[in-house]
């Protein structure tokens, strides 16, 4: 596991408010998703299902608990 992973990733996940595709990011003690466009911030766990490409690839460098 690498600690120097990047701090955010673009998904094609949308915003479940304005439809703009959402960042992936994580702090020291969190991973979540964050709207560029409207700036909302949202749960990782609301998006595990509808996991992307990018977000996988993020998440293979993230230290958390996916269920």
């Known amino acids: ?22 960042v ?3 702090s020291c003690r969190e991973v ?6 409207c700036g909302r911030r949202f ?6 299902g509808n996991a ?3 977000m996988e690839s993020f998440l293979e460098n993230v230290y958390c608990d996916r269920i």
């Open 1 to 22: 596991m690498s600690y120097f992973g990047p701090r955010e990733a673009q998904t094609t996940v949308p915003c479940p408010s304005c439809g703009a595709p959402l």
């Open 24 to 26: 992936i990011e994580r």
């Open 32 to 37: 979540r998703m964050r709207c560029p466009v």
């Open 43 to 48: 749960p990782l766990k609301d998006f595990i």
């Open 52 to 54: 992307d490409e990018a």
